[in-house]
């Protein structure tokens, strides 16, 4: 089976600058692996984020996702790929104010007809979907309905979880999304979501600097050990 | 494609903000049509203060001065016409009408103008619109008189109402003719031309009134007019004539035969060339109202660019957000993009509607207070293409947040800018 991400050999550099920002020997993230990816601001990790999902191009080097060469794929193709394959969750404001939290959960479904087509699949419906990812990790039924702006930031953290779940991507990769949680509902949403990547297969990378949280993943890995790059300049 | 969906959602959401930009918009269309409007028929109802006269007549001056004094009753007349010329020339065979116009009296600020009954018959104006009577009929009686719509407004006269004539144009004069009232016969509609600000009296009034006078003074115990004795007079001299023709091929030759006359120096206009060659003495008026509307367009589409710009920033977590969804830099592009357009095409779709309303409403009040006859009329192709000039210009400046967004899209990827 093909790894959800490989890189071998990655170099990144930006235009006109003469030291690269990533130089990433060898990283594989395995199906099914949740890896917690530590480092501080400036290490690169956005950059790496923003390559792995095809939003920013112009690496040397290695870097496949789902077995695609990503600087071989048109911006289109990249953009579907991100569409149908991964799931994002970010730090805070990850909902779209406009639309009701079930509109929210089920956007990727909206986007992605690969997405629809395994969520009907799996739950009959994107909306059976979506509210059983929901009662997964515990929100209540009568959040379903509510304008977006009335639900706590845990709660919208775990409508965003749903919604990088929905229809099954191979990956999702959460960018610090318990920052803004208080100590006791960030262990509970973890758990929350290992399990249910766990259960689904569905490979997890966490990044976080929140070193407490490490012991709950498969494999730990320090952006400052991963990346050569002279790079620990701002990014 | 749901992208669409969530771009009318985002705008639905944003509504407030993008009806009040639509409203901005909306308000200065609507200017711009009633700027170019009033420019439009500011023209118009200038080149057509006289139409169904062919010549006008009067003695050897400029042709912009008989104009003025004959027509629009500004400033004097530096001679007369002798009655006997008046009558020879009116006597041609192939002239089908001619109107006399005696000036030189006044009521109040308002200009005299002693005439015939023909008057009513033949002054036309606009689109050889003729004179109407909103209250009573032409003069009889020596000394009725017909009153236009303005100076019955403004000094609040009526049907039956007598007033004293000054000698004169002054606002104020010191040797009126008060001897000899006279009694308001009609009231004029509006017609938005000088008619509006005239009183007509009949030429044997004029003369009546001058009887023991002489160059504008009263004669120390000379005999005035006594109505119950004396019997009209016939003028010995006029100021000027309104001329039809027959046919309108023998304007020229009868202009010719006027500008000859041997008896006395005479001249013919011809009223529609002299207007046309006024109006383009004003042309600076035409030139500052199109500026004006060049100027009003410009703030609005200013103001559209800095709301969508202010509320750009704001959004860029919406877009780095939709980005992560899988939308393309291109997406965000055409979402700013159409969006800018969106909100010009509502403006200006309002603002068409707020400019027909507007017409609606202030028509019959422009015509009652100022005389102006302004149409309500379908929308004229040059103002259609305006239009859609300024919305096209709207959408292309929306590219200017749209490629803003763009880069943004670019660089921020997918970190939330908090």
């Given at each position: 089976?093909?790894?959800v991400?490989?890189?071998?050999?990655?170099?990144?550099?930006?235009q006109?600058?003469?030291?690269?920002?990533?130089?990433?020997?060898?990283?594989?993230?395995?199906?099914g692996?949740?890896?917690?990816?530590?480092?501080?601001?400036?290490?690169?990790?956005?950059?790496?984020?923003?390559?792995?999902?095809?939003?920013?191009?112009?690496?040397s080097?290695?870097?496949?996702?789902?077995?695609?060469?990503?600087?071989?794929?048109?911006?289109?193709?990249?953009?579907?790929?991100?569409?149908?394959s991964?799931?994002?969750?970010?730090?805070?404001?990850?909902?779209?104010?406009?639309?009701?939290?079930?509109?929210?959960?089920?956007?990727?479904?909206?986007?992605?007809?690969?997405r629809?087509?395994?969520?009907?699949?799996?739950?009959?419906?994107?909306?059976?979907?979506?509210?059983?990812?929901?009662?997964?990790?515990?929100?209540?039924?009568?959040?379903?309905?509510?304008?977006?702006?009335?639900?706590?930031i845990?709660?919208q953290?775990?409508?965003?979880?749903?919604?990088?779940?929905?229809?099954?991507?191979?990956?999702?990769?959460?960018?610090?999304?318990?920052?803004?949680?208080?100590?006791?509902?960030?262990?509970?949403?973890?758990?929350?979501?290992?399990?249910?990547?766990?259960?689904?297969?569905?490979?997890?990378?966490?990044?976080?600097?929140?070193n407490?949280l490490?012991?709950?993943?498969?494999?730990?890995?320090?952006?400052?050990?991963?990346?050569?790059?002279?790079?620990?300049?701002?990014? | 494609?749901?992208?669409?969906?969530?771009?009318?959602?985002?705008?639905?959401?944003?509504?407030?903000?993008?009806?009040?930009?639509?409203?901005?918009?909306?308000?200065?269309?609507?200017?711009?049509?009633?700027?170019?409007?009033?420019?439009?028929?500011?023209?118009?109802?200038?080149?057509?203060?006289?139409?169904?006269t062919?010549?006008?007549?009067?003695?050897?001056?400029?042709?912009?001065?008989?104009?003025?004094?004959?027509?629009?009753?500004?400033?004097?007349?530096?001679?007369?016409?002798?009655w006997?010329?008046?009558?020879?020339?009116?006597?041609?065979?192939?002239?089908?009408?001619?109107?006399?116009?005696?000036?030189?009296d006044?009521?109040?600020?308002?200009?005299?103008?002693?005439?015939?009954?023909a008057y009513?018959?033949?002054?036309?104006?606009?689109r050889?619109?003729?004179l109407?009577?909103?209250?009573?009929?032409?003069?009889?009686?020596?000394?009725?008189?017909?009153?236009?719509?303005?100076?019955?407004?403004?000094?609040?006269?009526?049907?039956?109402?007598?007033?004293?004539?000054?000698?004169?144009?002054?606002?104020?004069?010191?040797?009126?003719?008060?001897?000899?009232?006279?009694?308001?016969?009609?009231l004029?509609?509006?017609?938005?031309?000088?008619v509006?600000?005239?009183?007509h009296?009949?030429?044997?009034?004029?003369e009546?009134?001058?009887?023991?006078?002489?160059?504008?003074?009263?004669?120390?115990?000379?005999?005035?007019f006594?109505?119950?004795?004396?019997?009209?007079?016939?003028?010995?001299?006029?100021?000027?004539?309104?001329?039809?023709?027959?046919?309108?091929?023998?304007?020229?030759?009868?202009?010719?035969?006027?500008?000859?006359?041997?008896?006395?120096?005479?001249?013919?206009?011809?009223?529609?060339?002299?207007?046309?060659?006024?109006?383009?003495?004003?042309?600076?008026?035409?030139?500052?109202?199109?500026?004006?509307?060049?100027?009003?367009?410009?703030?609005?589409?200013?103001?559209?660019?800095?709301?969508?710009?202010?509320?750009?920033?704001?959004r860029?977590?919406?877009?780095?957000?939709?980005?992560?969804?899988?939308?393309?830099?291109?997406?965000?592009?055409?979402?700013?993009?159409?969006?800018?357009?969106?909100?010009?095409?509502?403006?200006?779709?309002?603002?068409?509607?707020?400019?027909?309303?507007?017409?609606?409403?202030?028509?019959?009040?422009?015509l009652?207070?100022?005389?102006?006859?302004?149409?309500?009329?379908?929308?004229?192709?040059?103002?259609?293409?305006?239009?859609?000039?300024?919305?096209?210009?709207?959408?292309?400046?929306?590219?200017?947040?749209?490629?803003?967004?763009?880069?943004?899209?670019?660089?921020?990827?997918?970190?939330?800018?908090?």
């Amino acid at each position: 089976m093909t790894d959800v991400i490989d890189i071998d050999d990655l170099q990144f550099r930006w235009q006109g600058a003469s030291a690269s920002l990533l130089q990433i020997d060898d990283f594989k993230l395995a199906a099914g692996e949740r890896v917690f990816l530590c480092g501080q601001s400036g290490s690169g990790k956005s950059t790496l984020l923003n390559l792995i999902t095809g939003v920013q191009d112009g690496y040397s080097g290695q870097l496949q996702v789902l077995g695609q060469e990503m600087r071989s794929l048109r911006p289109a193709q990249r953009d579907s790929l991100r569409a149908a394959s991964i799931g994002y969750i970010f730090q805070q404001f990850n909902l779209l104010p406009y639309l009701s939290v079930l509109d929210n959960a089920g956007l990727p479904c909206r986007l992605s007809p690969e997405r629809k087509a395994r969520a009907i699949a799996s739950f009959g419906s994107v909306s059976r979907a979506a509210l059983t990812l929901m009662t997964e990790l515990g929100l209540d039924a009568d959040c379903f309905d509510r304008a977006v702006s009335s639900l706590s930031i845990g709660q919208q953290q775990r409508v965003a979880a749903v919604r990088a779940l929905i229809g099954g991507p191979e990956l999702i990769i959460a960018d610090e999304p318990t920052s803004a949680l208080d100590t006791a509902h960030r262990q509970r949403f973890m758990q929350q979501l290992l399990a249910t990547c766990g259960e689904r297969g569905i490979s997890l990378l966490f990044v976080s600097h929140d070193n407490g949280l490490r012991e709950q993943f498969d494999r730990v890995v320090s952006m400052e050990e991963l990346n050569q790059g002279g790079a620990h300049v701002l990014d | 494609m749901y992208w669409i969906e969530l771009a009318y959602r985002s705008l639905l959401n944003r509504r407030l903000t993008v009806v009040l930009t639509a409203l901005s918009i909306a308000i200065s269309v609507m200017l711009v049509l009633s700027v170019e409007k009033i420019r439009v028929d500011a023209k118009s109802n200038f080149t057509n203060t006289l139409s169904g006269t062919d010549l006008v007549v009067g003695a050897r001056t400029g042709a912009l001065n008989l104009l003025l004094y004959s027509v629009f009753r500004i400033g004097d007349a530096s001679n007369n016409i002798s009655w006997q010329s008046y009558q020879e020339l009116g006597g041609n065979p192939d002239v089908s009408w001619m109107v006399p116009l005696s000036l030189g009296d006044s009521h109040r600020g308002y200009r005299v103008i002693g005439t015939t009954a023909a008057y009513f018959q033949h002054y036309k104006f606009a689109r050889e619109q003729s004179l109407s009577f909103s209250r009573g009929a032409a003069f009889e009686e020596l000394f009725d008189t017909v009153i236009g719509s303005e100076v019955a407004r403004r000094l609040g006269y009526a049907v039956g109402d007598k007033i004293a004539l000054s000698h004169g144009t002054g606002v104020v004069s010191f040797s009126n003719h008060d001897d000899l009232p006279f009694t308001i016969k009609g009231l004029l509609d509006p017609t938005g031309t000088p008619v509006d600000r005239s009183l007509h009296v009949s030429l044997g009034a004029i003369e009546a009134i001058h009887q023991g006078w002489d160059n504008g003074v009263k004669l120390r115990g000379a005999k005035g007019f006594d109505p119950a004795t004396s019997k009209p007079l016939e003028p010995e001299v006029i100021t000027a004539a309104l001329v039809g023709m027959k046919s309108r091929l023998k304007t020229f030759a009868f202009q010719r035969h006027v500008n000859k006359y041997s008896e006395e120096p005479l001249m013919a206009i011809v009223p529609g060339a002299t207007l046309q060659q006024l109006w383009s003495m004003l042309r600076f008026v035409e030139s500052t109202l199109l500026a004006i509307v060049a100027l009003v367009a410009c703030s609005s589409l200013l103001g559209l660019l800095t709301v969508i710009m202010a509320g750009l920033n704001e959004r860029r977590r919406e877009i780095a957000l939709l980005r992560a969804l899988g939308a393309s830099a291109r997406h965000v592009f055409g979402l700013l993009c159409g969006e800018a357009a969106l909100i010009a095409l509502l403006g200006s779709l309002l603002g068409v509607l707020f400019y027909y309303a507007l017409l609606i409403v202030m028509s019959p009040l422009l015509l009652a207070n100022f005389g102006v006859v302004v149409q309500v009329d379908v929308l004229p192709l040059n103002l259609i293409g305006y239009l859609l000039a300024l919305v096209c210009f709207a959408g292309l400046l929306g590219l200017i947040p749209a490629w803003r967004a763009y880069r943004f899209a670019l660089s921020d990827g997918l970190t939330m800018r908090t």
